[in-house]
């Protein structure tokens, strides 16, 4: 059990080990994505189609014309593609910030990645970013090995840990509800945390399937960002995915309006779900003041902070307050905090170590900084190593901070 205040804090990184990108990778399958949807707008003009998405009946002008609310669709899609290939922003949410009249088109293209995402997750039951990363290596052998990659042997379901953590030592399923304190605060779109949390707590028949709901939905897991779909039910919402790289000229005369009734369904169930998702932008963050604010007090009150997969964007640090919550010299009580910093890079050292120690130098002789009252661990691995090799076990952590 999480018996001292715990929370932990999540970035594109921790969400990697389950098929989902991170900004830059997000950033190019949007591209993909753009392309694909242009053309579906492009055609459905030429045609007149009357088979109109909700994204077009909610987001662009009805008073034009049939025709000129397609072309209007296909041509934000086009300039965000453009946009994109040209800026190469090094994550999406910062160039629709910029560019506010692409964000709808923008959440919904991200909507639809997460989840293509989770549907691969899903499907191949392992994280499809290991093969990718294969076939998008500049060696030719590579590409070989991506063909022949089996992504469910490799180790990275971390939420395993936590999952161990959660049931150790609860005798009862009260104990889930009643010991457990611990908050998980994400800025991240995807759901696989709830998911993997739900169907894991449920499959211990210890706990009963109340207290597992009663455990995870009250207010648990905070979407710094907004999240892809509402949940619960965990279960992914039935899309109608569509042959996304259909040749449209080789279907016959029937098949074109069950094509564009087949896609204005799969986009409208797309939407829906991009309507949860913010940006990083003045206007569209206020939406998530109270969830930002609530997740800066459970940042104050623990006494374990895991940082997992982030990048110490200074805007987001900035969001949750952390530079106060986690400053050494401000703290009132003894505070561990474990932190990720995949392949050691500088600038996130850096960030980190301005954030807790005001100055730039630390982690620098060593991967932990001792305070008075802080105690501050970085791992260069990813989550899963760091929380199986570096960081001992939760368990080990909790008994540290006692």
């Not at 929370?7 to 969400?15: C, E, K, P, W």
């Not at 710094?224 to 000229?249: C, S």
């Not at 009734?261 to 409208?268: A, G, K, N, Q, S």
Request: with cysteine; charged share 25%; hydrophobic share 35%.
């Amino acid at each position: 059990m999480f018996t001292t205040p715990t929370v932990f804090i999540l970035g594109a990184g921790a969400s990697w080990h389950y098929g989902y990108p991170t900004g830059e990778g997000l950033v190019n399958k949007i591209i993909k994505k753009a392309e694909l949807a242009s053309t579906y707008f492009e055609y459905s003009m030429k045609a007149q189609s009357q088979e109109l998405p909700e994204y077009i009946i909610k987001e662009i002008n009805q008073s034009l014309s049939l025709e000129e609310q397609w072309k209007t669709a296909f041509e934000l899609c086009n300039e965000l593609k453009r946009g994109l290939e040209t800026v190469k922003p090094l994550v999406i949410d910062y160039y629709l910030g910029w560019n506010e009249h692409l964000q709808s088109i923008g959440r919904l293209l991200i909507a639809w990645v997460i989840f293509e995402c989770e549907k691969n997750y899903s499907e191949l039951k392992g994280n499809i970013n290991r093969r990718e990363l294969l076939e998008s290596s500049l060696f030719g052998q590579d590409h070989q090995r991506a063909k022949d990659c089996d992504v469910t042997k490799y180790d990275d379901d971390w939420y395993r840990f936590v999952l161990h953590k959660l049931a150790i030592n609860c005798k009862s399923s009260n104990d889930l509800l009643k010991k457990n304190d611990v908050r998980f605060i994400t800025f991240n779109y995807d759901v696989s945390l709830e998911i993997a949390l739900s169907q894991g707590l449920k499959h211990i028949k210890q706990f009963t399937p109340e207290d597992v709901d009663k455990f995870l939905w009250n207010d648990r897991i905070r979407h710094i960002y907004g999240r892809v779909r509402k949940i619960p039910p965990i279960e992914m919402p039935h899309l109608n995915w569509v042959d996304q790289h259909v040749d449209l000229n080789k279907l016959g005369s029937g098949a074109h309006q069950q094509y564009q009734r087949t896609y204005r369904e799969f986009l409208d169930g797309i939407y829906s779900a991009s309507l949860e998702i913010r940006v990083i932008d003045p206007k569209d963050k206020k939406a998530n003041e109270d969830v930002i604010a609530a997740a800066a007090e459970d940042i104050k009150h623990a006494k374990l902070v895991y940082i997992l997969g982030y990048g110490f964007d200074e805007n987001n640090s900035g969001r949750l307050e952390l530079s106060e919550s986690l400053y050494h010299q401000i703290l009132t009580e003894k505070i561990f905090v474990f932190f990720t910093n995949f392949q050691d890079h500088n600038r996130v050292k850096k960030r980190a170590s301005g954030l807790f120690l005001r100055n730039t130098e630390g982690f620098q002789l060593t991967q932990i900084e001792t305070r008075a009252k802080g105690v501050y661990e970085m791992s260069v691995r990813n989550v899963y190593d760091a929380l199986a090799l570096d960081f001992e076990s939760l368990e080990q952590n909790e008994k540290g901070n006692q």
